[in-house]
């Protein structure tokens, strides 16, 4: 049974940082693509963040670029979002996603219904 649980969420003022973790179990973590998504209340699902299975290939969404980064640890199950720069419009749910990558070590996609299996979600509230 496929498991992503993501960590790190919280509150903070504008201008800070916060640090997201997502643990998979359940599932051959090098050979998956890893993404971050978002949602605000009242909003679709927003693409942050995606990083290919051997890390060469990261993405980051527009409103993000410059201010976040994805990474992972395939040693321990894990990928991370470290959020610099936080503005009061990236409050939001943060959720991982997690796809099987067939083609190769650098392949990544930015599209949610590309994905597989999905973390519950961590809260990111920032304050003005």
């Known amino acids: 049974q496929v498991q992503l649980v993501e960590s790190g969420g919280g509150f903070v003022q504008a201008g800070g940082s916060l640090r997201l973790s997502c643990a998979a179990s359940?599932?051959?973590?090098?050979?998956?693509?890893m993404g971050w998504f978002r949602q605000a209340p009242g909003k679709e699902r927003e693409f942050v963040a995606t990083?290919?299975?051997?890390?060469?290939?990261?993405y980051y969404g527009d409103s993000v670029k410059g201010r976040f980064s994805i990474s992972r640890d395939n040693a321990k199950n894990t990928t991370y979002l470290q959020m610099n720069s936080l503005k009061p419009e990236d409050t939001a749910v943060y959720y991982c996603a997690a796809r099987r990558s067939y083609y190769s070590s650098s392949e990544y996609y930015i599209n949610d219904q590309q994905y597989q299996f999905w973390g519950q979600g961590t809260q990111v509230t920032v304050s003005s």
């Open positions: 359940g599932l051959t973590f090098s050979n998956y693509i």
């Open positions: 990083i290919s299975r051997s890390a060469v290939n990261t």
